[in-house]
């Protein structure tokens, strides 16, 4: 695939020395054609020329002529509309479903592109030797970022920070037109899974979906209850004794345990296993425990915490909301990230409301860098943060552009394989 990868940005880019037929007949690229990301050809709509005739259809790529047949194209129907097989070794003749053979074309890519290529994916300083598996670092190109020039870069992440959002947005929107059907929901499961911090973040969601927002509203003006509801559901009432609990905490541990008993008959709820809880080398204030009883006290202490989320007007205020005992800035600036943030921009989308937007994203752009094992690369790369907008950005970069070594689906890497000199 990596080498395939590189075959589309060649054919888009229109860097290859020269495109023949197998019969050694030149071929005039008309349009290149549109990339499809999906199953199907690798290109619709392209336009060729050949000894005056103009064909317009799909094209398909492959390393080898023979990986047509490999991946079956000649059973599958999509695959009809093809008028140009590229490959770089045309080891056997190809046909379609009737019998009709491909035509064929040979893409020879120039030895310095090539090398370039190897280069950037490998992230080393020397060329690989014949038939080296390159070895992928985190950050492919970090040592040749310093070469990128500041407009390619600010541009990119400004685009990724949309992309991130996008995405989260995204998220929310398919929670409210979902089975859930109402933002106050939608956000309790955001809010929900954001406070599991990662390690636990699927749990959170599978707990907030088993549980409704409606039982917990419920019982609103009693945190007893409320815990109740949470650590019973998430299974962690029923794991535990009251014996091995803190002297001081037994009594209300076994309140908790009736009160859940008598709860969980009235809503018809079925309590999550346990087990599944991971708590090794979790943090103590990121225990499960203790992020449920936080969540307890968050619903608790507000009359309507969807409704005050909306109307903050700025940073400070949204802090001040989330700000209950159990949660440091760092929590809930991540809180307001993966949560409020996502949250505003969709429901913003959906009242067309630009102004709420443009509070949201200054939201971002209020809060400091991140600080992680992700944003240190970056900043160890040469990319510093000025931020939470410019961290989400490359957090975004990082994990669906650099670890899946998509390099060539990236700006950076599309101007360093194009600019940078062997």
């Not at 209300?252 to 346990?274: C, I, N, V």
């Not at 690369?377 to 943060?385: F, K, Y």
Request: aromatic residues 8%; contains cysteine.
């Amino acid at each position: 695939m990596p080498m395939e990868e590189l075959m589309y940005f060649v054919w888009q880019q229109r860097l290859f020395l020269n495109i023949e037929t197998t019969d050694h007949q030149p071929l005039d690229i008309l349009h290149p054609g549109l990339r499809n990301y999906d199953a199907g050809p690798d290109f619709f709509n392209a336009k060729v020329k050949e000894d005056g005739i103009v064909w317009a259809g799909n094209v398909e790529m492959h390393v080898k002529a023979s990986d047509w047949y490999h991946h079956h194209h000649q059973d599958d129907p999509a695959y009809d509309s093809v008028i140009l097989h590229v490959v770089i070794d045309p080891d056997v003749e190809v046909r379609m479903r009737n019998g009709k053979a491909v035509k064929t074309v040979v893409m020879h890519i120039p030895d310095d592109l090539m090398n370039r290529y190897r280069q950037l994916c490998s992230g080393r300083a020397a060329p690989l030797l014949p038939g080296q598996v390159p070895s992928y670092s985190s950050i492919s190109c970090s040592s040749r970022l310093n070469q990128v020039p500041r407009v390619v870069l600010h541009d990119w992440i400004t685009a990724l920070c949309t992309q991130r959002m996008i995405e989260k947005l995204g998220r929310v929107r398919d929670l409210v037109e979902s089975q859930l059907k109402a933002w106050p929901e939608a956000f309790y499961v955001v809010l929900t899974r954001s406070l599991g911090t990662g390690v636990n973040s699927d749990m959170m969601e599978r707990l907030a979906r088993s549980l409704p927002y409606s039982c917990l509203l419920h019982h609103k003006d009693n945190l007893l209850q409320l815990q109740s509801l949470l650590l019973g559901q998430a299974g962690l009432l029923q794991m535990q004794d009251a014996t091995s609990k803190e002297a001081d905490e037994q009594e209300e541990w076994r309140l908790m345990q009736r009160e859940y008993a008598f709860l969980r008959q009235k809503f018809s709820l079925t309590p999550l296993d346990g087990n599944y809880w991971k708590t090794g080398r979790v943090r103590p204030p990121a225990q499960p425990e203790a992020r449920l009883r936080t969540l307890a006290k968050l619903i608790y202490t507000h009359q309507d915490l969807f409704d005050e989320v909306l109307e903050a007007r700025n940073l400070e205020q949204m802090e001040k909301i989330l700000g209950v005992k159990g949660l440091g800035q760092q929590t809930i600036r991540s809180l307001i990230i993966n949560a409020v943030v996502p949250l505003l921009l969709a429901y913003a989308q959906w009242q067309g409301d630009d102004e709420r937007c443009e509070k949201a994203l200054d939201l971002l752009e209020e809060m400091s860098p991140e600080n992680n094992r992700y944003i240190n690369q970056w900043t160890e790369a040469g990319i510093a943060s000025k931020s939470a907008m410019d961290t989400q950005a490359l957090l975004h970069l990082f994990k669906n552009y650099c670890q899946p070594h998509k390099c060539l689906r990236c700006r950076i890497g599309c101007w360093l394989l194009k600019n940078f000199s062997v």
